[in-house]
């Protein structure tokens, strides 16, 4: 299959649109978004007011209400004007995402509805097929709207801040994984990179993704839902791999009463630097140092815990 181009994915998604009004008023409606910057340390993000989002970040994603609905990524409950895209791995639909947070926003589902468990080894050929895209996973328990069926997402990785950082202070020649702690920066939150070659070694650290975990700040425990992870071919030509694991789903500012409360609940998009605000209070009276707090209560700021350090760094005496 030929890769795809930028031309390829605007006519599919213009295409989408012409059959489907509903999808097509949400993608008009990102004109007048409202947007702000945002720098917390090195890191510079943006806040993005977007209403349509409170059904993602406001969902309830406990097992009971999630085995109450049906589910909106089996083929049988989609709007029959879903179209789905030619895709390289045959498992998965490409659809195109009819709450977007950008103009390119894909959903990328398994066909068959098995849950969203671990991190998808299938997201490296889809970003080698799609070389303008980032593809990116929420954890079950990480900002996933659909826990019980397998998914992940794709944008423009120019649009996603954390790609560019990991490209500019991951060296190409050091291949396999490193802490963004080696960054020498100062970050709210830190996460693991990779730069993965075609060779045994690479393959290797490719798999070390698969059953990467977060640690649950409540219980201790480590747990494979609790991770963000981001697959991207850079202008290097070589797949990189961001692994973020996170310590809570939600900070603790969601859960204060209305007038303190913030309606943040980080996903991938929000962890990787566009942070999603359904309510304009929220999104007015958000400052860096909330954000910057958001991100310490849902990722780990300061070191990465030993034991992820370890999956990733075998051996590392760090
Ligand atoms: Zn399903």
Redesign the pocket.
Known sequence: MQPLSIEHINSLIESQLMSWHEAKRNFDRLMEIERKPLQLGDFHIAAQLNPARIRSTGAAVDKASVAARS?F??KENRPAMQMSGEWPTPEWELLVNPYPILPVHFTIAAKK?IPQERIPLEMAMMAEYAPPLVFFFNGAKAGASAP??LHCQAMLRSELPITALAERYHPVERAGWMSSEEYGLHLPFNFMSAVIKGDMAGLEHLALTESAFGIDSETGKKDNELVNAFFWISDSGYLRIVVVPRRAHRPSLYFLPEGERFVISPGAVDIAGLLIVPRKEDFDRLTPETAARIYSETAFSGSLPKEIINHFLPGSHS
């Open positions: 589910c990524l089996c509805h019980d069926h």
